[in-house]
């Protein structure tokens, strides 16, 4: 599985954002998506997952915030996170993630900053 992540970059607090991950390859088994964060000096943390069933958690800290959704059509699937109401606090590198057969794939990362 290939997974091409976009979208981070600078906003002012308040802002939005869209971030997108394309998975390629053998996407067959794939039984969830997700996206996680990293900041600075902190352990990386998950933000939001999709599951194969179309079940949904977030993390406390983004509830009402943002929205992961996902796009099977075609030969890639791609995950989204919608983010709304950007916080400082937000600043990190997120990631997206596949869990296909019990195994993680990691996208490369995308940079979002949230200026005050």
């Known amino acids: 599985v290939q997974l091409q992540a976009s979208g981070g970059g600078l906003v002012q607090a308040g802002g939005s954002l869209r971030l997108s991950c394309a998975a390629s390859g053998s996407i067959f088994g794939i039984n969830a998506m997700s996206w996680y964060r990293q900041a600075p000096g902190k352990q990386r943390e998950m933000v939001a997952i999709i599951r194969r069933d179309d079940s949904i958690n977030y993390a406390d800290s983004v509830k009402g915030r943002f929205t992961i959704s996902r796009d099977d059509a075609g030969s890639k699937n791609t995950v989204y996170l919608q983010m709304t109401s950007l916080k400082p606090e937000d600043t990190a590198v997120y990631y997206c993630?596949?869990?296909?057969?019990?195994?993680?794939?990691w996208g490369q990362g995308t940079q979002v900053t949230v200026s005050s």
């Open positions: 993630n596949v869990n296909k057969y019990s195994r993680d794939y």
